[in-house]
């Protein structure tokens, strides 16, 4: 099969509409519920440092950026900890769970993270390849190098364990993964803002990645909880990737038997290649008002499961928006918005403009009866109403939908995407939308509000109501925020 034409029927085929559903099992298969652990068998373990010295978070977005920090075993150790680490551990009825620093559809976990890094006092002698381990807050050495690796930077590989995600959303999983990729980088980029380091997506073959961080050295996982490579990030000035011998090290069996979804391997197959990057967006975010630590935003970030029905200010809804563009990797992204109770802005149905090239092809692809009434900085009212129902309904009849102060669909710029970048620029539009994703989630925090990504939505009753004929535009990933009800039964307690 043509590799565009696996990525359409795929994406076709796990659309949500209103009386199908994607396939799943349509049950949770609590006796096969994956470990969401990776570990290595016989890995040295070594343990990292804890600090919650960080700067003010509104600091990370001026100008001038923070003084780079030293690579040691305290920053790297700092990195992972508010990108990747856990946040918290929540505890009800005698059950207990952890939440991590970086959002997850159904706080499943599919993604994981490998650092080749120079020598470093504490880790070892030599370079090394690790793997990080998020419930001790601690690297696995996978190997040691003989030849020395400039010591000014380091590359870290973010990969997706499929079968974590289709445990319990079936076909519709390898969307959710890849959204989740785009949050771990998201999450890893504001981390490398808080230390004063340059962080950037690699373009490189996604089966380079494979093979310099052992991904492809098939028999030490087992068939349905093989690593597909997402992304490469460089950090500093790291050099090219090293080669690398087969590992001794095998992958921990993270659940006891499994259900097979054939389209996993077709899509996951169909969207290898050489990674694109985007043209960047030009304007970049504003300075926000001072608020809290850099630290205290990332850890109390949360998933609202409830929202009360308040409103926001003006203010708050546009400084959300305005963060949206410290992703300025994500310029084929825009917001189709259901404004609820914003102050000073009528109900309705709004676009966010994100990339302003893009606003006369999105006015041709739409209804034409939209008024594009212009809000100023990228925000265009389309037309004037109640979209409470509407939302709700599009968001698989979910009222968090309903009872934010508003919520959206991350409309993207998708067959020019593809033709532009082939296959793997399906992988790519998610990770874009998932960037954006862990990005709002810390401005709502910072401001005293709650989010949460909707991945269950109707897609085709969403571009329909926009007016939507064909593929030009599709929308990949929902929001909502608003404040929380917070659900004062469940206990929080910290993680380390």
């Known amino acids: 099969m043509n590799t565009i034409t696996a990525v359409l029927d795929y994406h076709d085929r796990t659309k949500h509409r209103p009386h199908r559903y994607a396939q799943s099992l349509?049950?949770?298969?609590?006796?096969?519920?994956?470990?969401?652990?990776?570990?290595?068998?016989?890995?040295?373990?070594?343990?990292?440092?804890?600090?919650?010295?960080?700067?003010?978070?509104?600091?990370?977005?001026?100008n001038d950026g923070l003084p780079s920090a030293p690579l040691c075993l305290e920053s790297l150790s700092q990195l992972l900890r508010y990108s990747l680490g856990l946040a918290a551990i929540k505890s009800h009825g005698g059950s207990s769970w952890a939440l991590r620093c970086n959002a997850s559809s159904g706080n499943l976990q599919p993604t994981e993270c490998y650092i080749i890094a120079p020598a470093i006092l504490g880790i070892s002698e030599h370079p090394t390849l690790s793997h990080y381990a998020p419930r001790e807050h601690a690297l696995e050495l996978l190997h040691t190098y003989e030849k020395p690796i400039p010591k000014d930077g380091f590359t870290i590989a973010l990969s997706s364990i499929l079968w974590r995600e289709a445990w319990k959303y079936g076909?519709?999983?390898?969307?959710?993964?890849?959204?989740?990729?785009?949050?771990?980088?998201?999450?890893?980029?504001?981390?490398?803002?808080?230390?004063?380091?340059?962080?950037?997506?690699?373009?490189?073959?996604?089966?380079?990645?494979?093979?310099?961080?052992?991904?492809?050295?098939?028999?030490?996982?087992?068939?349905?909880?093989?690593?597909?490579?997402?992304?490469?990030?460089?950090?500093?000035?790291?050099?090219?990737?090293?080669?690398?011998?087969?590992?001794?090290?095998?992958?921990?069996?993270?659940?006891?038997?499994?259900?097979?979804?054939?389209?996993?391997?077709?899509?996951?197959?169909?969207t290898q290649g050489i990674y694109p990057l985007t043209k960047p967006l030009s304007a970049p975010r504003s300075i926000p008002s001072p608020s809290k630590n850099a630290s205290e935003v990332i850890l109390k970030r949360r998933s609202a499961q409830m929202m009360d029905g308040s409103g926001i200010t003006q203010e708050a809804f546009r400084t959300v928006l305005d963060s949206s563009r410290f992703c300025a990797e994500a310029s084929d992204v825009h917001f189709i918005l259901f404004i609820h109770r914003v102050e000073r802005l009528e109900k309705g149905l709004y676009a966010f403009v994100r990339k302003r090239d893009d606003l006369e092809k999105l006015k041709n692809a739409m209804d034409q009866t939209f008024i594009?009434?212009?809000?100023?900085?990228?925000?265009?009212?389309?037309?004037?109403?109640?979209?409470?129902?509407?939302a709700q309904m599009i968001s698989c009849n979910q009222e968090i939908a309903k009872e934010g102060a508003f919520s959206f669909g991350m409309l993207c710029d998708f067959s020019s995407s593809l033709e532009r970048n082939g296959t793997i620029g399906y992988k790519n539009l998610y990770h874009q939308c998932g960037m954006i994703g862990q990005m709002l989630y810390l401005e709502a925090t910072s401001l005293n509000l709650s989010a949460t990504g909707i991945g269950c939505f109707l897609d085709d009753e969403f571009h329909a109501l926009l007016g939507l004929r064909d593929q030009r535009f599709q929308s990949l990933y929902h929001f909502t925020i608003g404040r929380a009800i917070v659900d004062t039964r469940i206990t929080t307690l910290p993680p380390y």
């Open 26 to 62: 349509g049950y949770m298969d609590w006796a096969t519920q994956p470990n969401p652990y990776r570990r290595y068998e016989g890995a040295p373990l070594i343990p990292l440092t804890h600090t919650e010295v960080t700067p003010p978070y509104h600091l990370l977005f001026q």
């Open 171 to 270: 076909e519709r999983c390898y969307r959710y993964c890849q959204l989740d990729a785009g949050h771990a980088y998201g999450a890893i980029k504001i981390a490398c803002t808080m230390l004063g380091w340059r962080c950037e997506i690699q373009s490189i073959d996604t089966k380079e990645i494979a093979h310099a961080f052992g991904l492809d050295q098939y028999e030490r996982f087992h068939p349905v909880e093989r690593e597909s490579p997402d992304l490469l990030i460089r950090i500093g000035n790291a050099s090219s990737l090293p080669s690398l011998p087969p590992l001794p090290y095998p992958a921990n069996l993270l659940s006891p038997s499994h259900h097979d979804w054939p389209i996993l391997s077709v899509i996951d197959e169909a």
């Open 372 to 390: 594009w009434e212009d809000c100023k900085d990228g925000l265009y009212c389309l037309q004037k109403g109640d979209y409470r129902g509407a």
